[in-house]
């Protein structure tokens, strides 16, 4: 086959020389190339090469997600994240860019992207008196860490927000699980840096924050990361194709409304006066000064109350009253004391508009949640 | 084939190329294909069925064989090799049985296998049956048309639908599975698509008095041959005995057959494992195309499937080649560039060649001689017609016997009938266009655009099982909806 003739033809007959020959050779530079990956550490400039916004549109929520129908996929590339969402497209004239931090209610689980708090507010095209149009990016991320949210919007400065918007729940405070978010444990260096940066109470030394050994930075040790890039990519395709960034079930458990007699939240056996050293207001401290002059909204987020079994001891799956009764009181004095923007929306959305955890929003529930956060914006 | 398939078949071959004994490598190359189909088989929802299915390709391959057969002075029985053959087949079997005794993770078959009893029992009936044909009815001369029908109507059964679940539907009822749950997937039988082919071959270059005299092993080998069990290519008989033959006369270690061979498969596993496989993720498919929302976005992801199949397909065949290399067996070329050929039927002569070939030995030619040699024979354009049409749609219902891979198998016929049209009225004219170089590379670079268009075209009829929503995508992409 003639194709073939650069292999089969050319050459009188290969021999063991040959042979041998080519294997040393592609083997040093097999050998060569990782070392110059571990040295170069080249994956946050491939990071930022994408298809998405040039040949593709920008993504309007962070890449995230498991499941193939879902054309989207979980990736720890801070630089890939941001490069593929549309926040990374220049800034109009007449834009009032605002970020909206948070878990997975705001990054929108089972909703499409138009039905998110970022796809509700555009909607609703709310303008300032100034003449700007409000532009609501969503950079939420589904993990529960406040930490994560503060590394996001740490890297998302860069992006010139002229507010924030940060929205979040007791879950993401517990200090002990500040730490196990995927985004939290591959972003070492970063996360280091905050940590050191603003003094947070958090073990910089904890195992769960190792850096990448040298192993772990070559192309062999990378390879996940890479196959990762390329696979986002080329489901941008998908994206561009479908408007589809999700995998939405046609049916789903809905949050449960009947609990067992049960009082423990977390590591919590039993009721106990919550500190502030104990959840993580600190990292919260930590983004006001990183948000630095761009007004930055703390939003306590709303949640699913029960009115089932046992609901006079739990708001919800996750909750026991007392914990988010001492959650919020202590919330209220913090931000009184430091002075912080902050709206307490923990029972703004009907019951009924909760699907399948405590936090995630119907359409219409996360309308009204726009609504009321859209008149602030505006208003702020 | 995965890749830990593929590896270990690699470093298998690279074995016995340097410590197999010349005399056995036949023995080797038949004795790993027997093993290998038991373990390529994907276990399947049946109770037993996925250790049955290659045991029933054994027996079927041998009962074709003792068709074919050409014994030396007419001798009734089995030959020495013969006899030897059929007992280390009937041992690997049984030792294949065996690994029901064994932990999961070291068995070689895809799940439990059955009582051994129940095979050895089965192995007696299906001796018992080999005596009575070999003594009785050998000189009966309609074995070779029997063997024909039969394959093709069990190829029938299996590939269409309603008949593979009523199938399912017994064989669970057999082993006390949910009836409710049958399906054509449980009738999974990897590479009777291939097997089938090369069986009917055999029996009709026998029956034509073509074929080459084979004893069991290189019957069984040439069958069954591991790296072209799943997906080609469809070797001739006459050719693989050629090289099977010369086995013993191949210089083990040849570093010209070595590095040819671990080239073609490097190659191959980069069109399968990083092109294709990265190209499925766009490829079009059912759901794709009910998600997309815009034309441009279902032309791309067309061309993606176009790509993709192609380079998953040539990949595979690029890897069975290169093994075969390695192990001494010169698989023939399967594609040859199809998709830069300037009209359909060149991309015909170049597209899954092996079985263009074999359609066009076995179905055009001796329908179209037919045709031709009728009293009230009809004109050479009917002709034309019909055995294009017939020949396609035989390709097309080969994949499943749908109506969408009839529409493909319809979409490639009228195509090669009307290029024949074409070509017949334009052969003066393109002769022509020897003197004027610009218009000829310009009708050239046209043909292998349209051309590649109607072929891409035609997988929707293939990507989409279902023919409404293939007519659906069809009239959106050319912008009729």
Same mark, same amino acid.
């Given at each position: 086959?003639?194709?073939?003739?650069?292999?089969?033809?050319?050459?009188?007959?290969?021999?063991?020389?040959?042979?041998?020959?080519?294997?040393?050779?592609?083997?040093?530079?097999f050998v060569l190339l990782n070392v110059a990956h571990a040295l170069l550490e080249p994956m946050p400039l491939i990071g930022r090469l994408t298809l998405h916004n040039h040949l593709l549109p920008g993504r309007a929520r962070l890449p995230y997600g498991e499941h193939p129908a879902a054309y989207n996929l979980s990736v720890d590339s801070l630089e890939a994240m941001f490069a593929t969402h549309e926040i990374s497209q220049p800034k109009a004239a007449d834009e009032f860019r605002v970020l909206l931090i948070g878990d997975s209610a705001t990054w929108g689980?089972?909703?499409?992207?138009?039905?998110?708090?970022?796809?509700?507010?555009?909607?609703?095209?709310?303008?300032?008196?100034?003449?700007?149009?409000?532009?609501?990016?969503?950079?939420?991320?589904?993990?529960?860490?406040?930490?994560?949210?503060?590394?996001?919007?740490?890297?998302?400065?860069?992006?010139?927000?002229?507010?924030?918007?940060?929205?979040?729940?007791?879950?993401?405070?517990?200090?002990?699980?500040?730490?196990?978010?995927?985004?939290?444990?591959?972003?070492?260096?970063?996360?280091?840096?905050?940590?050191?940066?603003?003094?947070?109470?958090?073990?910089?030394?904890?195992?769960?924050?190792?850096?990448?050994?040298?192993?772990?930075?070559?192309?062999?040790?990378?390879?996940?990361?890479?196959?990762?890039w390329l696979r986002l990519q080329l489901y941008g395709v998908m994206w561009a194709a479908t408007g589809i960034d999700q995998f939405y079930p046609e049916a789903y458990t809905p949050r449960a409304n009947d609990f067992e007699a049960d009082l423990s939240w977390l590591s919590y056996a039993l009721p106990q006066s919550l500190t502030t050293n104990e959840l993580a207001f600190d990292v919260i401290a930590a983004g006001l000064e990183r948000a630095g002059d761009v007004p930055l909204l703390l939003i306590n987020e709303p949640i699913f109350i029960a009115d089932?079994?046992?609901?006079?001891?739990?708001?919800?799956?996750?909750?026991?009253?007392?914990?988010?009764?001492?959650?919020?009181?202590?919330?209220?004095?913090?931000?009184?004391?430091?002075?912080?923007?902050?709206?307490?929306?923990?029972?703004?959305?009907?019951?009924?508009?909760?699907?399948?955890?405590?936090?995630?929003?119907?359409?219409?529930?996360?309308?009204?949640?726009?609504?009321?956060?859209?008149?602030?914006?505006?208003?702020? | 084939?995965?890749?830990?398939?593929?590896?270990?078949?690699?470093?298998?071959?690279?074995?016995?190329?340097?410590?197999?004994?010349?005399?056995?490598?036949?023995?080797?190359?038949?004795?790993?294909?027997?093993?290998?189909?038991?373990?390529?088989?994907?276990?399947?929802?049946?109770?037993?069925?996925?250790?049955?299915?290659?045991?029933?390709?054994?027996?079927?391959?041998?009962?074709?064989?003792?068709?074919?057969?050409?014994?030396?002075?007419?001798?009734?029985?089995?030959?020495?090799?013969?006899?030897?053959?059929?007992?280390?087949?009937?041992?690997?079997?049984?030792?294949?049985?065996?690994?029901?005794?064994?932990?999961?993770?070291?068995?070689?078959?895809?799940?439990?296998?059955?009582?051994?009893?129940?095979?050895?029992?089965?192995?007696?009936?299906?001796?018992?049956?080999?005596?009575?044909?070999?003594?009785?009815?050998?000189?009966?001369?309609?074995?070779?048309?029997?063997?024909?029908?039969?394959?093709?109507?069990?190829?029938?059964?299996?590939?269409?639908?309603?008949?593979?679940?009523?199938?399912?539907?017994?064989?669970?009822?057999?082993?006390?599975?949910?009836?409710?749950?049958?399906?054509?997937?449980?009738?999974?039988?990897?590479?009777?698509?291939?097997?089938?082919?090369?069986?009917?071959?055999?029996?009709?270059?026998?029956?034509?008095?073509?074929?080459?005299?084979?004893?069991?092993?290189?019957?069984? +080998?040439?069958?069954?041959?591991?790296?072209?069990?799943?997906?080609?290519?469809?070797?001739?008989?006459?050719?693989?005995?050629?090289?099977?033959?010369?086995?013993?006369?191949?210089?083990?270690?040849?570093?010209?057959?070595?590095?040819?061979?671990?080239?073609?498969?490097?190659?191959?596993?980069?069109?399968?494992?990083?092109?294709?496989?990265?190209?499925?993720?766009?490829?079009?498919?059912?759901?794709?195309?009910?998600?997309?929302?815009?034309?441009?976005?279902?032309?791309?992801?067309?061309?993606?499937?176009?790509?993709?199949?192609?380079?998953?397909?040539?990949?595979?065949?690029?890897?069975?080649?290169?093994?075969?290399?390695?192990?001494?067996?010169?698989?023939?070329?399967?594609?040859?560039?199809?998709?830069?050929?300037?009209?359909?039927?060149?991309?015909?002569?170049?597209?899954?060649?092996?079985?263009?070939?074999?359609?066009?030995?076995?179905?055009?030619?001796?329908?179209?001689?037919?045709?031709?040699?009728?009293?009230?024979?009809?004109?050479?354009?009917?002709?034309?017609?019909?055995?294009?049409?017939?020949?396609?749609?035989?390709?097309?219902?080969?994949?499943?016997?749908?109506?969408?891979?009839?529409?493909?198998?319809?979409?490639?016929?009228?195509?090669?009938?009307?290029?024949?049209?074409?070509?017949?009225?334009?052969?003066?004219?393109?002769?022509?266009?020897?003197?004027?170089?610009?218009?000829?590379?310009?009708? +050239?670079?046209?043909?292998?655009?349209?051309?590649?268009?109607?072929? +891409?075209?035609?997988?929707?009829?293939?990507?989409?099982?279902?023919?409404?929503?293939?007519?659906?995508?069809?009239?959106?992409?050319?912008?009729?909806?």
């Amino acid at each position: 086959m003639s194709s073939w003739g650069w292999l089969t033809e050319g050459i009188a007959a290969y021999n063991w020389r040959f042979v041998a020959r080519v294997v040393v050779k592609a083997g040093l530079l097999f050998v060569l190339l990782n070392v110059a990956h571990a040295l170069l550490e080249p994956m946050p400039l491939i990071g930022r090469l994408t298809l998405h916004n040039h040949l593709l549109p920008g993504r309007a929520r962070l890449p995230y997600g498991e499941h193939p129908a879902a054309y989207n996929l979980s990736v720890d590339s801070l630089e890939a994240m941001f490069a593929t969402h549309e926040i990374s497209q220049p800034k109009a004239a007449d834009e009032f860019r605002v970020l909206l931090i948070g878990d997975s209610a705001t990054w929108g689980v089972l909703l499409r992207p138009e039905d998110t708090l970022a796809g509700q507010i555009n909607a609703m095209a709310y303008m300032l008196d100034d003449g700007r149009t409000v532009r609501a990016y969503n950079v939420g991320h589904p993990m529960l860490s406040l930490t994560k949210d503060l590394l996001l919007l740490d890297y998302a400065m860069q992006y010139t927000p002229d507010m924030i918007v940060w929205l979040m729940t007791l879950q993401s405070f517990e200090r002990g699980r500040q730490l196990d978010a995927a985004l939290v444990q591959r972003n070492v260096p970063q996360v280091h840096n905050l940590i050191v940066s603003y003094g947070l109470n958090l073990d910089a030394q904890d195992a769960r924050l190792s850096e990448p050994d040298f192993f772990e930075r070559t192309i062999i040790g990378q390879r996940r990361v890479l196959a990762d890039w390329l696979r986002l990519q080329l489901y941008g395709v998908m994206w561009a194709a479908t408007g589809i960034d999700q995998f939405y079930p046609e049916a789903y458990t809905p949050r449960a409304n009947d609990f067992e007699a049960d009082l423990s939240w977390l590591s919590y056996a039993l009721p106990q006066s919550l500190t502030t050293n104990e959840l993580a207001f600190d990292v919260i401290a930590a983004g006001l000064e990183r948000a630095g002059d761009v007004p930055l909204l703390l939003i306590n987020e709303p949640i699913f109350i029960a009115d089932g079994e046992n609901s006079e001891l739990r708001y919800n799956f996750w909750y026991p009253r007392w914990a988010y009764d001492a959650y919020r009181v202590l919330y209220a004095a913090q931000a009184e004391t430091y002075g912080w923007r902050y709206l307490d929306l923990w029972d703004a959305i009907a019951s009924d508009e909760f699907t399948d955890s405590p936090v995630h929003l119907t359409s219409q529930g996360m309308r009204q949640l726009a609504e009321i956060i859209g008149t602030v914006i505006t208003d702020f | 084939m995965t890749l830990l398939d593929i590896g270990i078949f690699c470093v298998g071959a690279l074995l016995y190329a340097a410590f197999c004994p010349p005399r056995w490598r036949g023995w080797a190359l038949m004795i790993a294909s027997v093993i290998a189909i038991y373990w390529l088989q994907p276990t399947l929802n049946i109770r037993f069925l996925d250790f049955w299915l290659p045991t029933l390709t054994l027996i079927i391959t041998l009962l074709c064989w003792l068709i074919v057969r050409q014994p030396e002075g007419h001798e009734p029985y089995l030959g020495r090799e013969d006899r030897l053959t059929s007992g280390v087949v009937i041992g690997l079997v049984l030792a294949l049985a065996a690994n029901r005794y064994l932990a999961p993770e070291v068995r070689l078959t895809p799940s439990r296998p059955p009582e051994i009893t129940t095979v050895i029992l089965v192995l007696i009936l299906i001796a018992a049956l080999t005596l009575l044909v070999t003594r009785r009815w050998r000189d009966w001369p309609r074995w070779n048309q029997v063997g024909i029908i039969a394959l093709v109507l069990l190829f029938v059964v299996i590939k269409t639908e309603p008949l593979a679940q009523g199938i399912s539907s017994i064989l669970r009822a057999g082993v006390g599975q949910d009836t409710s749950l049958a399906s054509i997937v449980d009738i999974g039988w990897l590479g009777f698509s291939y097997v089938a082919f090369r069986l009917i071959h055999t029996l009709r270059d026998h029956q034509t008095g073509i074929l080459p005299a084979l004893n069991l092993r290189e019957y069984l +080998t040439y069958v069954i041959f591991f790296p072209a069990y799943t997906a080609g290519p469809i070797d001739r008989a006459g050719r693989f005995i050629v090289d099977d033959v010369a086995l013993p006369k191949l210089h083990g270690l040849d570093a010209a057959r070595i590095t040819e061979g671990a080239g073609r498969i490097v190659v191959g596993l980069c069109k399968k494992f990083v092109i294709a496989d990265s190209l499925a993720l766009i490829a079009l498919d059912a759901t794709k195309a009910e998600q997309s929302e815009s034309v441009l976005a279902l032309w791309v992801l067309l061309y993606a499937y176009a790509f993709r199949l192609f380079f998953d397909f040539s990949g595979y065949t690029d890897i069975a080649i290169g093994i075969g290399i390695l192990l001494g067996i010169r698989l023939p070329e399967n594609f040859d560039r199809p998709y830069l050929k300037p009209n359909i039927t060149a991309f015909w002569q170049s597209w899954h060649m092996t079985l263009t070939q074999w359609v066009r030995f076995y179905i055009f030619s001796p329908l179209s001689r037919s045709l031709l040699r009728r009293r009230q024979r009809p004109s050479n354009d009917v002709i034309m017609l019909i055995c294009h049409l017939t020949t396609m749609i035989v390709i097309g219902l080969w994949h499943g016997v749908t109506w969408a891979f009839f529409m493909w198998g319809m979409w490639h016929g009228l195509a090669l009938f009307g290029h024949k049209l074409w070509a017949d009225r334009t052969r003066a004219w393109v002769r022509g266009l020897g003197e004027r170089p610009r218009l000829k590379a310009a009708y +050239t670079v046209g043909g292998v655009l349209l051309t590649f268009h109607f072929v +891409t075209l035609g997988w929707v009829w293939f990507a989409l099982p279902d023919v409404g929503l293939a007519w659906s995508v069809f009239v959106r992409l050319l912008g009729l909806a």
